[in-house]
């Protein structure tokens, strides 16, 4: 059997209908190389996306877990560690430090631990207290789901110094 242009004019409706289906109404606020959002929520944050301004984690508090220190923050967007996360580091290293591609921007390649916990992380593995060594600061950025750094520029620090003090000294 073969098609003439009667038969495709009759399947244009079809073919349009379905690319209209899949094209959906909203305009990505993702940046290039993340994920795309899938609902944008004027009151919280993007589900895993980058809005416009970047993807922002604010460290909100810190204080004494045990031996190690329970960091607060908030992020504007929700956070998967398939996708994008938090990469956690003691401010030895540099943003760009703490990204898989570390060598391509021209710097050693640091340790950072990548979680998508929210609101609460407790220090651990290459970034418990134990590991710091002189740090009393601990620094949090965004990652992509390749562990790449998104905004190198986009990183907030917070002094410990406090909660360490109680921590070394058990008080």
């Given at each position: 059997?073969?098609?003439?242009f009667t038969q495709h004019i009759r399947l244009l409706p079809v073919a349009l209908a379905l690319l209209?289906?899949?094209?959906?109404?909203?305009?990505?606020?993702?940046?290039?190389?993340?994920?795309?959002?899938?609902?944008?929520?004027?009151?919280?944050?993007?589900?895993?996306?980058?809005?416009?301004?970047?993807?922002?984690?604010?460290?909100?508090?810190?204080?004494?877990?045990?031996?190690?220190?329970?960091?607060?923050?908030?992020?504007?967007?929700?956070?998967?560690?398939?996708?994008?996360?938090?990469?956690?580091?003691?401010?030895?290293?540099?943003?760009?430090?703490?990204?898989?591609?570390?060598?391509?921007?021209?710097?050693?390649?640091?340790?950072?631990?990548?979680?998508?916990?929210?609101?609460?992380?407790?220090?651990q593995d290459v970034v418990a207290v134990a590991v710091r060594g002189d740090s009393t600061t601990i620094?949090?950025?965004?990652?992509?789901?390749?562990?790449?750094?998104?905004?190198?520029?986009?990183?907030?620090?917070?002094?410990?110094?406090?909660?360490?003090?109680?921590?070394?000294?058990?008080?």
């Open positions: 059997m073969t098609y003439g209209l289906a899949g094209c959906g109404g909203g305009a990505s606020t993702a940046e290039p190389g993340t994920e795309t959002a899938t609902t944008t929520d004027a009151q919280g944050p993007v589900a895993n996306a980058c809005p416009a301004e970047g993807c922002q984690i604010t460290i909100l508090n810190a204080e004494r877990d045990g031996d190690e220190i329970a960091v607060t923050w908030e992020a504007n967007f929700v956070p998967d560690i398939s996708r994008n996360h938090i990469h956690v580091y003691w401010d030895i290293y540099t943003a760009d430090q703490v990204s898989s591609d570390a060598e391509a921007r021209g710097v050693t390649q640091g340790e950072w631990v990548p979680t998508d916990v929210v609101p609460t992380f407790v220090t620094c949090v950025t965004a990652g992509d789901r390749d562990h790449v750094v998104v905004d190198a520029t986009l990183v907030d620090c917070r002094d410990v110094a406090a909660p360490l003090g109680r921590v070394e000294t058990g008080a």
